[in-house]
C-alpha cells in the first residue's frame, strides 16, 4: 500500500480523477492508512472527547414551536434561544419529517456512493459553484493532511439539482430538501424572536425565498487506524444553521466549555447547529458550533446536512436593531454569501479561521 499515496495525489492534480476513501478502503491490501491521512499531531489529543458530560444537549421541540399554545412556544423560543447562545447546537425532536422520508434519504444516499466509481467521477469538480459536486477530504488539492472522508454536495434551491443516479435519488431528495427546508425557516423565525426581532426578519434580511439550500452528504468508512486519521476536523459551518442527520453509526463531536461532546446518533432526530452568518447576523450572540468528526474501524458512517444560507448576493452583517455605538458596537464586516463561500474555499478548514477574518 505504500504506492496509494503518491497515486492519490497525482490523480488529484488531474481537475475530474481522485482516489475516493471508499475505493482506497476497498483494496485487500490495506491495513494501514498511507502517510497522507496521517496527523503528525492527532486532533483528538488536543481535548479529551468526554462521554458522560452533565451538562445535557439541549433539546427543542418542533412541534411546541409550531403548533403549540402561546406560553409552549413562548417557553421554547426561550429554550431555543438559549441553546443558540449556550451551545450553538440542539437535538430537534418531533419535527415534521417523517421516519420513512429520513430512511429513504439515507438509503439513496448510500446507493449513491455505491455507484460505480467512474459514475460518480462523472461528478467530480473543483469549481465550488458547480451544483452537484463528488470528491474527498475537504480540498484535497490544497488539504496538507487528507480527511478520511468521501462527500456529495448538491444545490438544491433555490434551483433543483440532482445526480442522474441511482433511479429515485432525484424524487426522494427533492422531498427530503422541501420539508427540512421548511422545518429551517421555522427555526430562524423562532431565532428571530429570541433576539428580540420580528419573526420573519432572518427570513427577509437574508433573502430566503432564493436563499441557498445544499445538501452535504459525507460518508466516512472504517478506518484501519482511527486514531491517526480524522473524518473532519474542528470546524464551523458557513450559512446560517444546518440541519443534520446521522445513520446510526456516531462520530460527531461539538466542543462546548472547552470539551468535546459526543453526540450519539439518535433515530428519528435531526441535530441543528449555528453557522456562521448567524454568529454575523446576532453579532456574536449566537456563536456558531465547533464540531468534528471522528472515524472508527468497525462501520461505515454516514452523515446528511442540509445547509440553510442566505442568497448569495446577501451581504450578511450585523443586525442593525442589535447594535449600540456604545454598548454593542458592530464585531464583525459585512460579506456577501458568494464571497464567504470563496473565502472558505481558499483557506485550509480548520477552527473559525475564515470567520475570523471578519471580525472588526
Known amino acids: 500500500m505504500a504506492s496509494t499515496a503518491p497515486e492519490f495525489i497525482q490523480q488529484c492534480n488531474n481537475k475530474t480523477s481522485f482516489i475516493s476513501v471508499k475505493a482506497l478502503t476497498e483494496s485487500p491490501e490495506l491495513n494501514s492508512i498511507p502517510p497522507s491521512y496521517t496527523f503528525t499531531t492527532n486532533p483528538r489529543d488536543e481535548i479529551e472527547a468526554d462521554p458522560d458530560d452533565d451538562d445535557p444537549i439541549p433539546i427543542i421541540d418542533y412541534s411546541l414551536l409550531v403548533n403549540g399554545t402561546p406560553h409552549q412556544r413562548s417557553k421554547t423560543i426561550h429554550d431555543l434561544g438559549k441553546a443558540c447562545e449556550q451551545w450553538g447546537f440542539f437535538m430537534l425532536i418531533n419535527h415534521s419529517v417523517s421516519k420513512i422520508l429520513m430512511e429513504k434519504m439515507v438509503d439513496e444516499v448510500f446507493a449513491f456512493f455505491n455507484l460505480k466509481e467512474e459514475e460518480k467521477q462523472g461528478y467530480a469538480s473543483k469549481d465550488f459553484m458547480d451544483p452537484i459536486r463528488y ?22 434551491h433555490p434551483e433543483f439539482h440532482s445526480p442522474d443516479k441511482p433511479v429515485g435519488f432525484r424524487d426522494t431528495s427533492s422531498e427530503y430538501c422541501r420539508r427540512t427546508w421548511k422545518v429551517g425557516r421555522e427555526l430562524l423565525k423562532g431565532i428571530s424572536e429570541s433576539l428580540g426581532l420580528e419573526s420573519n426578519y432572518i427570513d427577509r434580511t437574508m433573502d430566503l425565498d432564493s436563499g441557498w439550500q445544499m445538501i452535504a452528504a459525507n460518508l466516512y468508512p472504517p478506518c484501519p487506524q482511527p486514531e491517526l486519521a480524522m473524518g473532519m476536523p474542528p470546524h464551523s459551518d458557513h450559512g446560517l444553521l444546518t440541519l443534520l442527520m446521522q445513520n446510526g453509526v456516531s462520530g460527531l463531536q461539538v466542543l462546548h466549555s472547552g470539551k468535546w461532546i459526543n453526540v450519539n446518533s439518535t433515530p428519528n432526530c435531526l441535530l441543528g447547529l449555528v453557522s456562521d452568518h448567524l454568529e454575523v447576523m446576532s453579532n456574536g450572540k449566537y456563536k456558531s ?18 445547509v440553510t444560507a442566505p442568497s448569495l448576493d446577501t ?3 450585523p443586525a442593525k436593531e442589535l447594535l449600540d455605538n456604545q454598548s454593542n458596537p458592530a464585531a464583525y464586516v459585512g460579506m456577501k454569501q458568494r464571497d464567504y463561500m470563496q473565502l472558505q474555499r481558499s483557506n485550509h478548514l480548520y477552527g473559525k479561521s475564515v470567520l475570523d477574518k471578519l471580525k472588526i
Do not use: P, Q
Not at 291 to 303: I, P, Q, Y
Open 135 to 156: 470528491g474527498t477530504s475537504f480540498n484535497a488539492s490544497m488539504d496538507k493532511v487528507l480527511f478520511w472522508r468521501d462527500f456529495l454536495k448538491i444545490v438544491v
Open 289 to 306: 458550533v465547533l464540531h468534528r468528526a471522528v472515524v472508527s474501524n468497525k462501520a461505515t458512517r454516514m452523515s446528511l446536512a442540509i
Open 315 to 317: 451581504a450578511v452583517e
